[in-house]
Nanobody, 122 residues
């Protein structure tokens, strides 16, 4: 069982940066792929990024490549999402999630956090 709690969301202006954190409980954190998803109002949840067990392999959605960076600290049971050059279209609730395999499909993720709101004003 893994419990996930996101933090770090907020209201920023276009071009600003934010760093989201996701703290995980449980001793098996390092055995999970960790991912970030987001859901904007009226839209479906979409994959943002994921990171492998050791942090050496990552996947990014095209919309965030070059602007967002995922990382993890297994000693702290925490995964991070550094978001730079934020755009109004990045406005959404951001969720972290844990999966057994490296995938962009939300169906494969077993555990989810409650989400944190990110709002980017123009």
């Amino acid at each position: 069982q893994v419990q996930l709690v996101e933090s770090g969301g907020g209201l920023v202006q276009a071009g600003d940066s934010l760093r989201l954190s996701c703290a995980a409980s449980g001793r098996t954190f390092s055995s999970y792929i960790m991912g970030w998803f987001r859901q904007a109002p009226g839209k479906e949840r979409e994959f943002v990024t994921s990171v492998s067990w050791g942090g050496y392999s990552t996947l990014y959605a095209d919309s965030v490549k070059g602007r967002f960076t995922i990382s993890r600290d297994n000693a702290k049971n925490t995964v991070y999402l550094q978001m730079n050059s934020l755009k109004p279209e990045d406005t959404a609730v951001y969720f972290c999630a844990a999966a057994r395999s490296m995938t962009t499909s939300g169906i494969a993720y077993e555990y989810w956090g409650q989400g944190t709101q990110v709002t980017v004003s123009s």
